[in-house]
């Protein structure tokens, strides 16, 4: 089998991790005898300066012939003033909803060389291993109308809207990911005041008879965004709606203090995905040689486990991110304590050294 | 001038914690010479069981003839599985709604006594003291449409909703206490994504003239629930609107690790307000006479300072409380390093003894 992967660098420090993060994909692909091709498109501020628009046709045609996309980051001050269809993100969001990509996993795990960069105390720390499963297609995020009305303009409506099969397929997946991990499910709304969220609630409920193995719980969002600082050694999956998933996942990535190592998935129910490091482009610090790609070589890692079923390979990445740490190596974002900063390039070249030990 | 205070106690340890924060309150007043008359009315639970609604008419026209509201607690497991329109938080949603009560303030301050308690480290604590200013009486909570639609009631919507009026009041209160703080106001929105935090963001910028002695800066939601466990030391007031507000206030109260010590105040645009402590109604250890009652004492201070404006006595009490835990006092819930723990009115009699120092 050939695999196929749509590569979108996009800003700033965007085509620096990912040049470091192909290296790596291509030296581990190379030892278990994998063949893959790598196709370039264009995305974010790239885009539009190059184009005129944030997601050209030809980078959804690149997608559409993939079985998954590899994306750097999007975004910098250069497009701050662009108007709302002309921002860079307004790419990325195109691209969730054009490829169908409703589930956003967001895994948290405490490294060990890496707990002392965390601002919660060691104790809190330690355990942590969780995931954020946020719905990423609906909601607040594309509910209509969206817009000003009333005389003068002078009222603003924004729409939180689901359809019962959006949330069960959500759902659906986060017990899935619940199963395969410690079991553990916890399912955030806001029941005691919206509507959508008592809904949320009766699906989550009827879903669980399916996964008598999995133990859930419904929680409130604020009570979570509370419990994820208070305890977050407590929590397994999380699964929530498009709103409270931006704002908890957010929330969450904070909890080791090591924001550039952190890797995610947009999925949906094939097989097909798009794997982003969760930091942004970092412009302050772009062309430098010295952004972290580790959040993009573990996505990468997410990438090969969940689009193309290669668990060993996977996991040989993520054995050679902890080895490298281990060993003392890191840049300038990290802090492993008595480490040594190097650069991207150099980072990539010790995590393929790791891989070949 | 006497002053009319209607006192709703509400469930669980509410009547505990009310109790001593009257008894602290009356004693504080009658050393500056002040009257005041005490109403008492049902809410939440207790209002459910007693006349079969949780915000009974009574207890409105006590509100309205009273200058403020002290409240308690309401809610518990007994009433958890009640339909929505007989839950007791629907009594604390009728009342803020009926009262006009748009501004909700959420002090946090670090504690130097309870520093150790946080889940940060000390020097992520140490320096904070910020004002959560939350929009409380419109957007997701109380727009409409709120309801399942669609053939089979397939889908749902609730619907964020704001009038320009709503947003200039809160946004203007938000200015009006960065001026008497440190000057620093935050704006929160998700202007990226909303059509509602668009036209936040140019009320923010239109108000912005009239104070240009406030430093105003817009952020992200999902940015700002980052930067509350990151660097929460940065903010001084932080204004947003009602779920966002309601997701990022219980954030920012676990910062310091002493939930019970939180208070808060519902106010308008005149001096009435309602004043409450941060924390529920503990039915664990309800009845007990170990609650912790300085989050409904601050709150009583706070009243004072908002609605009556008697300033000096405010600080009177803000500054027994930290004698008090100085002293090595404290309730259960709190962490004081080599602190003798008490009982709830051992705690208001401490309080009383150092008001009279
Ligand atoms: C850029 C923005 C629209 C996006 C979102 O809110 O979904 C981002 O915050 C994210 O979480 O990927
Ligand atoms: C009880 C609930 C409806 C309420 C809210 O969401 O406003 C509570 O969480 C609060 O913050 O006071």
Redo the contacts with the bound molecule.
């Keep these: 089998m050939e695999m196929k992967m749509a590569v979108l660098p996009g800003d700033g420090i965007g085509p620096e991790v990912m040049d470091a993060a192909i290296r790596v994909l291509k030296n581990v692909l190379g030892r278990y005898g994998h063949e893959a091709v790598f196709e370039k498109g264009l995305i974010g501020g790239a885009a539009i300066d190059e184009t005129g628009t944030p997601l050209p046709e030809e980078t959804l045609e690149i997608c559409r012939r993939s079985d998954a996309i590899l994306l750097g980051a999007v975004g910098g001050p250069k497009w701050d003033h662009n108007p709302a269809s002309l921002r860079p993100e307004k790419g990325l969001l195109g691209l969730r909803k054009e490829m169908g990509l409703f589930a956003n996993l967001r895994p948290v795990k405490a490294y060990a060389p890496l707990l002392s960069a965390s601002p919660l105390k060691r104790e809190f720390v330690e355990n942590v291993d969780l995931v954020i499963v946020r719905e990423l297609t609906g909601g607040l995020y594309f509910g209509r109308p969206s817009e000003r009305r009333g005389p003068a303009q002078h009222e603003v409506v924004d729409t939180l809207q689901y359809t019962r099969e959006e949330i069960e397929r959500i759902v659906d997946k986060a017990f899935q990911l619940a199963r395969i991990r410690r079991k553990k499910l916890a399912s955030v709304d ?1 029941a ?2 919206l509507e959508s969220s008592r809904m949320w609630r009766e699906i989550v409920e009827e879903t669980s008879a399916k996964y008598p193995d999995v133990e859930v719980r419904n929680m ?1 969002v ?1 009570s979570t965004s509370m419990q994820l600082i208070a305890n977050p050694g407590q929590f397994d999956v999380i699964v929530t709606e498009n709103m409270f998933g931006d704002i908890l996942s957010d929330e969450a990535s904070m909890i080791t203090g090591s924001l550039g190592m952190l890797p995610s998935a947009s999925l949906r129910s094939d097989r097909f995905g798009m794997y982003e490091p969760v930091h942004g482009s970092a412009p302050d610090i772009a062309g430098q040689g010295k952004a972290n790609p580790l959040g993009t070589v573990l996505s990468a890692a997410m990438m090969l486990r969940y689009s193309f079923g290669l668990e060993k390979e996977a996991e040989a990445i993520e054995k050679a991110v902890d080895g490298v740490l281990r060993a003392g190596y890191c840049t300038g974002d990290l802090q492993v304590p008595n480490g040594k900063i190097v650069g991207t390039d150099e980072l990539a070249g010790r995590l393929i050294e790791k891989l070949g030990e």
């Design positions: 806001k005691n005041v409130l604020d």
